[in-house]
């Protein structure tokens, strides 16, 4: 960050630690069916106040105020515990191979190329870095998340990263809760396990511990299911007297596992995050969530990153829900997989006391999807990105269909987009002190676009619109 904007990012950062996602106390109610998503509200009402739901109700009897119409089902916002945000406007990769696990892909030059050097070349550029992770945050908002992880990291232990705050809650990294404070997240996301120094390892353990970690979601386990050196990686959890294997840890991947791995998984405790389609592109296979369900273990489904898994939650639900209903008979029942990305990753994460459900009180992180088929699930399980027609994070719309925004924000600047033939309307809050901030969706695309050129590739869709690039 150049110095100028220093001092600013630090006194923003005092000034909102609180609640830098959403300040406009402002209340509406909106009517369709909710979705808690224990329970169905076929003609319900959820009021919302400042950045939290003041009410949820079987009926607008009795509801003050403004109520608007969204003919729509009302879904908690999805949550999205696995994710690289900032490689997700690369283009699909197609390597047209399979590997036996991360490690091989890693080493080749078809991933550098591709890949690597492209996302390097923009995170060595400050701006563009920030214009990255905003790209695949709004991204990530439009296949439905409300929260992510694996947002923009700090380059050097410092603030430079303010720019992530004010639109996707970053559970890692700012989730905009009271208690928030950049970079110093409950929630410990760790890509490489194994390079963990002893200290990090006796610091996180002692942490889940005392409750000063809440969460540490950890890579293992990725390759193919055969492959005994991402099987090894169990041995890396349970070393140090089960160091890893405890409450609080959620192990991402886990392709490699065994039922008796799953089994002492669930007796601990530990959940897993599955990705599929990622898995069964780069290694032809995925995890045996069968076995781990029979065990216990709590699973939430995760996108991992769009070049070589799904562009976002719904897109990854879509592909989830087809996947099981090829299995004979079906793993997972349709309110399952809903749970899998709702209820059960608030749950993983620490955060189902503020996110994951609607209920009064809980933080207004709002999916709608358009009410074109009548069972809710299923409208969620098989969405197009055009139907997402409405999402609010801590109060706030951000992003939806035009006569929505239109209507509960018609004071702000919204910025129009096309999403699979659909208008759509973004608003992004510029958040004081960070100029970053206040670039439109517009300009960020054409700054990356411009940076990709020079490596002969070209940014990727906020959305697939056919299914066509679904295998
Ligand atoms: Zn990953």
Redesign the pocket.
């Known amino acids: 960050m150049a110095v100028r904007h220093l001092s600013a990012a630090i006194l923003l950062i005092s000034f909102c630690s609180s609640r830098c996602i959403a300040q406009d106390e402002q209340r509406f109610t909106l009517k369709g069916t909710i979705v808690t998503p224990s329970q169905v509200l076929s003609d319900g009402a959820i009021s919302i106040l400042g950045s939290q739901i003041e009410g949820v109700r079987a009926t607008v009897a009795g509801v003050q105020g403004s109520i608007v119409e969204t003919d729509s089902f009302i879904f908690p916002g999805l949550i999205d515990l ?1 994710d ?1 945000i900032t490689w997700n406007l690369l283009p699909r990769w197609r390597p047209n191979q399979l590997f036996m696990n991360r490690y091989e892909w890693q080493q080749k030059a078809a991933y550098s190329i591709a890949l690597d050097q492209p996302h390097y070349s923009i995170s060595a550029d400050h701006e563009l870095a920030c214009d990255a992770d905003r790209f695949g945050e709004i991204k990530a908002i439009v296949g439905g998340a409300t929260s992510v992880v694996g947002g923009l990291a700090p380059t050097s232990g410092s603030n430079d990263n303010a720019c992530i705050l004010g639109l996707t809650r970053n559970l890692d990294i700012y989730a905009g809760f009271p208690d928030s404070v950049l970079n110093k997240e409950k929630v410990w996301y760790v ?1 490489f396990p194994l390079e963990m120094s002893l200290a990090a390892t006796v610091a996180v353990r002692s942490g889940l511990d005392s409750g000063a970690v809440k969460a540490l979601l950890v ?1 293992a386990g990725e390759g193919k299911p055969t492959d005994a050196a991402a099987a090894r990686e169990f041995a890396m959890l349970a070393k140090n007297g089960d160091g890893f294997l405890r409450p609080g840890v959620s192990v ?1 991947h886990g392709v490699a596992f065994n039922a008796a791995d799953f089994k002492r998984m669930a007796k601990a405790g530990v959940g897993l995050i599955w990705s599929p389609r990622s898995n069964i592109e780069l290694y032809g296979g995925t995890t045996d969530v069968l076995s781990a369900k029979a065990s216990g273990v709590k699973i939430a489904l995760a996108p ?2 769009s070049p070589t898994g799904s562009d976002g939650m719904i897109e990854e639900l879509k592909y989830a829900s087809t996947w099981n209903a090829a299995q004979y008979p079906p793993v997972f029942e349709n309110g399952e997989l809903v749970n899998m990305a709702t209820i059960f990753p608030a749950q993983l994460a620490g955060a189902d006391k503020q996110i994951g459900s609607l209920a009064k009180g809980m933080y207004a992180d709002l999916l709608l999807i358009r009410r074109n088929v009548t069972d809710a699930n299923r409208a969620l399980l098989y969405a197009s990105p055009a139907d997402v027609r409405l999402v609010v994070i801590g109060g706030v719309p951000i992003y939806g269909d035009a006569d929505l925004m239109d209507r509960l924000l018609p004071q702000r600047e919204l910025e129009r987009l096309t999403v699979c033939g659909v208008s759509k309307k973004l608003y992004i809050k510029p958040q004081p002190g960070i100029p970053e901030t206040a670039k439109t969706f517009k300009q960020i695309s054409g700054e990356l676009q411009s940076k990709l050129s020079e490596w002969g590739t070209s940014l990727a869709e906020l959305a697939p619109c056919d299914g066509s690039n679904l295998k």
Do not use: R
């Open positions: 696995h690289h890509i890579h991402i991992d990153w």
